[in-house]
């Protein structure tokens, strides 16, 4: 990026430009620190690599410490901004040869599994190649086409009568593979399933479970998990 500042900068330094984030929190620095003298248009001017997901949004934002008020310049060339991907398939897309992955946990336990479906959710995120999990809907979003693992792992908490469970991986809000799980009462019931299935971009997973009474999820951590993998295409 490149900014340049009206020709009326005291002498003071115009501090650097910065990629921020939505928040406004200062992720990378784009140039340091200036000292400018009086009468001369000032420019800050520099570029920065950074990992973002899907979604991300970059800001360019600058400060100076003239103590007035300083115009950008009115010339075509004289302020830009430019983003380019770096790495992988072309702009806008995901390399056939790139992995897609993502792996997330419930740590704190105690969700609610009904007596009818219930979204299975998976707070603490292990990694997620490509920004596809959404931990407020536990919904994945799959980047690519292609094929993809989808396992999980449901335990719930021990529970009176508790004696039978099931559990579905869900694609666009259809099951595709189920496990039922049998217990005596009174104990826990774990289940663990996986499965391939063929994804478009932009189809969505989601795990659920019942059970023939409520009982909320195990709080051992490494008990409710989720991994999805693209294996092809």
């Known amino acids: 990026s490149k900014l340049s500042y009206a020709a009326n900068v005291t002498s003071e330094r115009v501090l650097y430009a910065a990629v921020t984030t939505s928040a ?4 990378y620095e784009l140039s340091e620190s200036q000292n400018f003298l009086a009468g001369i248009t000032a420019r800050v001017n520099g570029s920065v690599q950074v990992q973002v997901n899907a979604g991300d949004t970059m800001v360019i934002q600058t400060l100076q410490g003239s103590g007035i008020s300083l115009g950008l310049t009115a ?9 380019s991907r770096v790495s992988g398939g072309a702009a806008g897309t995901i ?20 007596t009818s479906n219930s979204v299975i959710p998976f707070a603490a995120v292990n990694f997620d190649s490509n920004g596809g999990w959404n ?3 536990s919904t994945y979003t799959v980047p690519v086409s292609g094929k993809y693992r989808f396992s ?3 335990t719930s908490s021990a529970t009176a009568s508790l004696t039978t469970m099931q559990l579905f991986l869900n694609r666009n809000g259809v099951n595709f593979g189920g496990f039922q799980g049998l217990g005596p009462g009174g104990t826990s019931i774990s289940m663990q399933i996986s499965d391939t299935v063929n994804c478009n971009a932009g189809d969505t997973l989601q795990v659920q479970a019942s059970g023939n009474v409520a009982t909320p999820t195990s709080t051992t951590d490494g008990y409710t998990t989720i991994a999805i993998e693209r294996i092809g295409n």
């Open 75 to 83: 010339t075509n060339v004289a302020t830009w901004f430019e983003v």
């Open 95 to 114: 390399g056939a040869s790139e992995s897609v992955n993502m792996s997330a946990q419930d740590n704190a336990g105690g969700a609610t599994i009904g």
């Open 135 to 137: 931990t407020g809907t």
């Open 152 to 154: 999980a792992r449901v």
């Open 24 to 27: 406004g929190t200062i992720v």
